[in-house]
């Protein structure tokens, strides 16, 4: 089993250097490197869950290559098998499957193919890198390289000015992140010496005695790892405040976005917090913490993506606020609901991107969603999928997101986390609005697009290759959560590798009873209610264009300047920094310390050479009068001391 | 206060005098006539110590030789007369007071040193006889014969660079050298040139 | 006596004599006197390592130590009239009686070396000081040196009247003029008695006047004047022989006859050693006349001999044996190169005379380069061994603070050796520059000894340990 | 009887006085060198006159090479001095200034 | 083990070679190339040789050659290498090396004395590193300024009269107060040799000024934060291979000599001011990168960067100093941090300078502003060139991430405030090393003016072998651990000796 999941582990890896080395070849080989790859990864993944379900081993853990092993601390990478490593392999190889599938269509007019693929194949390695990280340091390191090819992913194009200005934005909002995670891990490693999951559960209890100095405050040891992870967690999977780089990611060809900020690498946060559960179970401060940062990332992002115009940049603020929801669970201790949803959401978003790619594709790299229009006689496929993943995404009942969403608002309600309960409600009515924005305005109504470039040959959808993963993916996106539903709730799907069990146990019982019963009663609840308002509302507006509301400018400006962030991380950080930075190397570097101290200190010498030179007239009576000084002043010095 | 101290009182007011002559005078013939004059009077001074070898010696060879020497330097070198600068006034402080601390210092030195010691300047110093000259001789062939021998070869040095300094074959003078002539080897009488061929 | 007619003195002087003679009928034949000359001097050399005479006279010292000192100073010469040689002939300016006169100094430094009485040593310096003032004014045609050898003749007959003021004040307080006695009697002299400030007052002119021909601060301000305007060639002679006899002069003269007054003189001597160090630094750094900027330069290594002297201890004096001998080596290096070097057909002047040479003449700038870095006391190269030396000294006998002045010094200095490899090898400008490489094979080992001594400073060190101990054989 | 401090005041305000004559000196170099013979003379009277304090000849027979030395010393003087004068034309002491610095 | 004198080969084989080389004055481009390859090379193998007989096991000195020198001052010819030693010896035996390769391609005038200088720097810097003798380290350490400052002053850049003459004497300046601080320590124990200096027991206001001396000298060398100024200059006007052996063997020796002396010897006045010095770190490893920033020049802008990654190695070593009472381990994290930092920046700046001589090359700039779009033409080079700049920005999986991840580690055992500043590097760096990247590595290029090629096949070599080092130590530095290991506590071990 360990053998194979290496295997899986590393054949994404393995393809990646086979496409470094055979960069020069035909697209068809890198095809099939790419693509087998991962098959072999999901083939895999899949083949271990059978087996795990099957043999049920309980967690494995077990290292595989020597970081570091000296007198003073040893470090591993390992693997770390359990239900959710598994499960949460599963999702990442088959997107990432699907997503390899369809950029085989989607990138073929580009000239860097091959590139694409050593990309997305490696992003693959890092994510199953987190996946089956058996300590921290891995975590790390494998949260470090999906960074890194995010950041090469969203700077594909690299001719494209704002491209690479969005990776580069987007690897230092990453990096913020990645302090908290870094810090995190050092504190560990330094407090306890290990970073081995396993050995730090066992002693979860002494760490939450131990007490840890931060800026002259005294902590709970455990409290203030588990913030610190928390903040990298934070940035990847894009809350407040570290959410502005998720938006300007969409840069990037968008069965990146698909896969990268959408389905995968955006929830690791959420698999990080869920992996470690056990300890973040004992800290309860950071839990509530974790749940209002969830919730009003879920309510305000929600907001932020109704004034949008692109339709990527719309799916990535609906993106951030889904992963508002997840973390809202988390923070309410409904871990396994945070990962159902996560599960949930990878293929419905995964989906609803690819169907954007398609629509993209097709109008030519335009994605403003105003210009485009009335594709559904042209895409009906495209349509279809759409609409499915948009039923999900907003909840409506039976569809996979309606399980995982509906839960996790229930969930919260029902344990009496009101305000949270509420902003989430909220964005039901948000989430409906934007979702059907899109698609009235994309698949109906007229598009603005010149003539000419809207469709050379309109009876066409796009080629079957780009078409297939829609097919697929619309499968789980739209009935995965009815199966897993009753399984997850009374925890046999995640075992015990998620803590709090008994919670979720105890709602299951209390409120939802099974799976069929939950939809039933979902008709009933506030949430359908909302759900209903929504989908009218959105319909007298967008497609009827029935009324038209007039949003004060205030609120408009606010909300497409995201809150201010806009402008702090386009405008006020790079000004500030130039400036800043500017200031201190001209200033205190050059003046003060090189002219100022070194260059200052020479000219002095030199000044002083060239003064005293003087006294060496040349003629000879100045001459002698100085030895003649030179010799009394020695005399009157010997005489006044002898 | 006896003849003695007369003399001495005399001859070093005049020597003082002199000497400030020499040093101030604005007319180097004068400088010069007055540093014989000067030497005339240590001559003097010098016999009155009983060192009457060394004052015929002054004024034989320096008041004979070396101050002709300097005059005739004056004659050859036809020196106008200076004008008291600006510069000698701007100096004339520093110079009088180095001078005076100077003197101060050592003299009070000397006079401090001395007080208690009551001794005759005057005085011979007897090795073998009476004679200055012949005790000076004595010791100067036997203790002091490898000094002599060295003040030998620095007046040779004095000759010989005196010599080189100041010889000069002038340009302009037509002779010949007998030497030069003989040496003529054949190849130095024809000298073969290379046509250039443009 | 018949023995003493083999020191390398009579035998030097007797020759000069036959040569001065020699040489009027060899007036077409330069290069043969040129060779009896350095013959010699090479019989001369061989003569002051062989013979030591065991007779003694009184104020003249026959010792293995004033041998071997004589020994070296030989050998400078020898290699010092090579370059002379080379140079003059370069320039078709050369005279028999350069070397003769040289050689009658070089006998001065001798007498100064063997002195034991002040008379002795007057002679020696006067011998001395004589043949500089002819050798700087040598070059007739030129204003330059005239005005350099009036300005050294001058102070320097100063200078002389100061020591002997200084002389007759030693003679008159301690009744003798041998060294040997002065120190018996400064010895039994105590602090009340009429004699001691009169003493210190004597050693204090003779302090002023040897450090005026030793070019040791603040009696150092005609150096730099006559360095620049004498003939390159005396500018090496004064830069190494006369400070070697002066040194030695230094060590023979305090650490005999007024070794009982150490501690007057010792303070005094440290004051005039920093003080050396810092004006011969700081004079240096806006000297554009190579020669000035070497002059200061071997004012701010007189500086370190001094210091390390005054210390009055073993290491310090071995250290400051060991930077004399050090010294003499690199100022033979680089005046030499520079004697092999003309800019524009004439000597070189100013330190960017010598720029583009690395592009011209690879060979001399690489000299140039080592020559500069050992002075500037980089490692490998000797220079640092002896700065190494005479810190080592000053650390030891707890002058911590003056070690200190004395590095920040080295830094300040190594600024203008930078400047001049800078010229060479950095700065393209188009020189005429020309070589001539009569004595190059000398000149190249003379630079690569203070590689190889660098490398293998133990050679050097073991001779002057031996020096050493000689020397306070002698003095105790 | 005259006493020996005497003698040594007068050398001594001799000496003082030539050294003075060296750097008071604007006219030309001839006087300097005049005053450098009073030094030399000065220090003779100290030389002779400590000599007979000490009853020692030594004194004598150092003034005597003082003497020869300084003789020798004139001369070359003297010729450095025509040497000067054939290059610059002046033997003033105020154009002696080309090198410096 | 070996019978033969292993170090002293490793020494005065390539200085004995550059110096036939500069001697010979222009013997051919090819025939010096050959041969500074061929040495380079021996090197490098011997250099291994001696990595793999070195007993890790023990930390204790090996390959120990002691013979007297200068019999009368006591100072020894004394050769040894321990673990941090050989680390460093096989760093510099491989830039070396690719130095070699590099320049094979290149063309400069007075090609082979060019090659000499390096030769001749090799040897020293292998002195350095294996000296035990003060006064031959010290030697060593001080002539290695003289090759540097002919390679910089001769085949320089435009300013280079200006830089060449700072660099030499900042670090003269330096070394000077280190010498005296030697000699001072070498008169009271009686001997040059450095391990006997731990043994002295100092008052503690000998330490502090002990302390401040060796600062000044080995700080300078680093450089760290007030006396950083000389590095830019020289890295802008040193030619491409100068700029590397500067930022990744050179500055090395001011690291190593901070842990031979400053760490065993003064530690009683380190522990006193180690507050003060870790600042001066974090004001190296933050404020120098806000500098690296602004700069406009690509070299400069490594060149700051240098001064910044240092700035983890000086604060590992100042951590040992804060941590030894109370937390020994995070001592030794600390100072095993700082010796992988110093390997890893060896390589990764090294790199980066290649990177840039490479695209100066074409370009004949260094500004930002004049390179753009590289990666259009190069795409090879750019792929090696990102992954540098991430390695530079400590991505984890690169050797770059292990250094500041241990210092990090350690230091949140003095101060979570100090770990916490230490690990704003990690935007801090990123942000200029990817603006770096993002300005001229991507962007649109139509025209090629610069003239952009992809890089030929030697400096592939280069790059390529650079690459998987780094990759190598990044991902499996355990290599590097186990060599250092027992020396690193040997270390701590002598600096509780002195306290005794």
Known sequence: ?642 | MNIELITFFIFSFLLIVTSIKVITSPNPVLSAIYLVFSFFLSAVLWLLLGAEFLSIILILVYVGAVMVLFLFVVMMLDINIAKKSAAYIKYLPVGVGVFIIFNVLIIFFFINTFENINYNAINSINVISESNTENLGYVLFTDYIVEFEIAGLILLLGILSAIVLTYRKNPNNKYQNPTEQIDVEKKDRLKIIKGLKE | MIELFYIPEVILSIGVLLIIILDLYLQKHKYISFSLIQLLLVIASLYALTEVPQQNYSSYEFSEFTSLIKFLLILGAIIIFQYTYSHLNHLNSLKIEYFTISILGLVGTMVMISAYSLLMLYLGIELLSLALYALIGFNKHSGLSSEAAIKYYVLGAMSSGILLFGISLIYGFTGSINYFDIADQIRNINSNSVQYLGIIFGIIFITASLCFKFGAAPFHIWVPDIYQGSLISTTILLSTLPKIAVFIVFLKLYFIPFMALEYVWSDILIFIGIASIIIGSIFALTQENIKRLLAYSAISNIGFIILAMALVSNDGLHASLYYTIVYSFTALASFGVVTHITSNSHGIEDISDLAGLSKTHPYYAILILITMLSSAGIPPLIGFHAKLMVIQALINNSYILLSIIVVLMTVVSAYYYLRVIKTVYFEERENLISTYTSSNILLSINVILLLGLGIFPFILFDTTNFLVNLLTVISI | MIPISYYLILSTIIFTLSIAGIFLNRKNILVLLMSLELMFLSVNFNLITLGNYLGDLTGQVFVFFVLTVVAAESAIGLALLIVLFRNKKTIDVDDLSELKG | MFDYPILSTLIWLPIFVGLILVASNDIGKSLSTTITLLTTLIILIISIKLFQSYDHSVGNLQFIEKFVWISGLNIFYYLAVDGISVSLVLLTSFINFLIAIYASSEDYNNKSSYLGYFLILEGLLMGTFSAFDSILFYIFFESLLIPLFLIIGIWGGENRKYATIKFFLYTFFGSVLMLISIIYLANLADSFAIEDFYYLTLSFEEEIFLLLAFLIGFGIKVPMWPVHTWLPDAHVEAPTSGSVILASVLLKVGGYGMIRFLLPITTEAGIYLSDYMIYLSLIAIIYISFVAFAQEDMKKLIAYSSVAHMGFVTMGIFLVFNLMGNNPTAAAIGLEGAMVQMISHGLISAALFFCIGIMYKHSHSRLIKDNFGVAQFMPIFSFMMVFFLMANSGLPGTSGFVGEFLVITSSLGSSFLFGFLAALSLILSASYSLKLGKNVLFGDNQKNSQGYLECKSNEKIVLGSLVIFVLYLGISPDVLFNLLDKSVSDIISSISLGRA
């Not at chain 1, 780089?245 to 690791?268: K, N, Q, R, Y």
């Not at chain 1, 809150?563 to 001209?586: A, C, D, H, M």
Request: some cysteine; charged content about 10%.
């Open chain 1, 1 to 642: 089993m360990i053998a194979l999941t290496l295997i899986l582990l590393l054949s994404p890896l393995i393809g990646t250097l086979l496409l470094l080395f055979c960069q020069n070849s035909s697209k068809d080989l890198t095809i099939l490197i790419s693509n087998i790859s991962i098959l072999i990864a999901f083939l895999l993944s899949l083949f271990l869950l059978y087996l795990f379900y099957s043999a049920n081993p309980g967690p494995i853990s077990a290292n595989f290559l020597t970081f570091a092993d000296t007198s003073l601390f040893s470090l591993h990478f390992g693997i770390y098998i359990d239900s959710l490593a598994l499960i949460m392999s599963s999702v990442v190889t088959s997107v990432s499957l699907l997503v390899h599938y369809y950029s085989i269509s989607y990138m073929k007019d580009d000239t860097s193919f091959n590139r694409f693929f050593i990309y997305t194949n490696f992003f693959t390695f890092s994510m199953l890198l987190i996946v089956f990280a058996n300590n921290f340091l891995q975590l790390f390191i494998g949260w470090e390289l999906v960074g890194l090819s995010s950041y090469l992913l969203i700077g594909f194009w690299i001719k494209k000015e704002s491209a690479i200005k969005a990776n580069y934005k987007a690897f230092l909002v990453n990096r913020v992140g990645d302090i908290g995670l870094l810090l995190g891990l050092c504190l560990i490693l330094l407090s306890y010496n290990t970073t081995d999951y396993n050995q730090i559960f066992q002693i979860k209890n002494s760490i939450n005695i131990d007490s840890v100095s931060i800026f002259g405050f005294t902590f709970n040891a455990l409290s203030a790892i588990c913030l610190l992870l928390f903040i990298g967690a934070m940035a990847k999977s894009a809350q407040v405040p570290l959410q502005f780089w998720l938006p300007d990611s969409m840069e990037g060809p968008t069965p990146i976005s698909a896969l990268i900020h959408a389905a995968t690498m955006v929830t690791a946060g959420i698999y990080m917090v869920a992996r470690l559960s056990p300890l973040y179970e004992l800290t309860d401060g950071v839990l509530i913490f974790i749940l209002y940062v969830g919730s009003i990332t879920a309510f305000f992002l929600g907001l932020v993506a109704l004034v949008q115009n692109d339709i990527k940049r719309i799916i990535a603020y609906s993106t951030i606020s889904q992963l508002g929801y997840m973390t809202a669970a988390l923070g309410a201790s409904l871990y396994s609901l945070a990962m159902f949803h996560l599960i949930t959401h990878a293929f419905f978003k995964a989906l609803l991107f690819l169907c954007a790619g398609s629509i993209i594709i097709k109008c030519h790299h335009e994605q403003d969603i105003r210009k485009i229009g009335g594709l559904r006689k042209y895409m009906p496929i495209t349509y279809l999928a759409f609409m499915y993943a948009s039923l999900s995404l907003i909840g409506f009942p039976i569809t996979s997101g309606f399980y995982s969403k509906e839960s996790i608002i229930d969930a919260i309600g029902y344990f009496g986390h009101t305000i949270p309960y509420l902003m989430l409600l909220l964005s039901i009515f948000t989430t409906t609005l934007y979702t059907s924005k899109i698609f009235f305005k994309v698949f109906f109504g007229e598009s603005t697009l010149p003539k000419e470039e809207q469709n050379e040959n309109p009876s066409n959808e796009n080629d079957r290759q780009m078409l297939l993963p829609l097919f697929i993916l619309t499968a789980p996106s739209v009935f995965l959560g009815l199966f897993i539903y009753d399984p997850l709730m009374i925890g046999i799907l995640f075992q015990n590798s998620l803590a709090a069990n008994e919670l979720i146990m105890s709602f299951y019982n209390g409120y939802v009873i099974n799976s069929f019963k939950f939809f039933l009663h979902s008709f009933t609840t506030i949430n359908f209610l909302i759900l209903l308002i929504g989908l009218i509302f959105s319909y007298l507006y967008y497609y009827k264009k029935a009324f038209s509301i007039n949003v004060p400018h205030f609120i408009r400006t606010t909300l497409t300047k995201e809150y201010g962030f806009e402008s702090l991380s386009s405008y006020l950080i790079p000004k500030v920094q130039n400036i800043f930075t500017k200031y201190l190397w001209r200033k205190i570097d050059i003046s003060t310390i090189d002219n100022g101290l070194i260059n200052n200190t020479s000219s002095f010498i030199n000044n002083l050479s060239s003064k005293m030179k003087k006294l060496q007239t040349g003629f000879i009576y100045h001459y002698s009068l100085i030895i003649i000084s030179a010799l009394i002043f020695l005399l009157i010095l010997m005489r006044l001391t002898y």
